[in-house]
Nanobody, 119 residues
Framework: QVQLVESGGGLVQPGGSLRLSCAAS????????MGWYRQAPGKQRELVAV???????NYADSVKGRFTISRDNAKNTVYLQMNSLKPEDTDVYYC?????????????WGQGTQVTVSS
């Protein structure tokens, strides 16, 4: 059984910063790409940022220059540093990881963490 557990969401003022963390646990053989997505009520989930096993990154245009994704392979953890936050960044943020166990390879999702940017 593989689990992704997120932390670090909350309420922040416009212009502020938050750091999200997502730790994978369980019978993990290898973790490939890891990423962050966000979703507002009634809208489709959208990619925020992704990082490959080799460290290559890709960002949504709306967060380029403000958000930074990173990972610690020794800890099976991915981070999202969010700076210069705007009200439009308010969403539920979900961690995603492409993980192989000894028996299979699947896409896994965290439970989501709320980020609210408001004065």
């Amino acid at each position: 059984q593989v689990q992704l557990v997120e932390s670090g969401g909350g309420l922040v003022q416009p212009g502020g910063s938050l750091r999200l963390s997502c730790a994978a646990s369980g019978s993990i053989f290898s973790i490939y790409a890891m990423g962050w997505y966000r979703q507002a009520p009634g809208k489709q989930r959208e990619l925020v940022a992704v990082i490959t096993i080799g460290g290559s990154t890709n960002y949504a245009d709306s967060v380029k220059g403000r958000f930074t994704i990173s990972r610690d392979n020794a800890k099976n953890t991915v981070y999202l540093q969010m700076n210069s936050l705007k009200p439009e960044d308010t969403d539920v943020y979900y961690c995603n990881a492409d993980i192989s166990t000894l028996s299979s390879r699947n896409d896994y999702w965290g439970q989501g963490t709320q980020v609210t940017v408001s004065s």
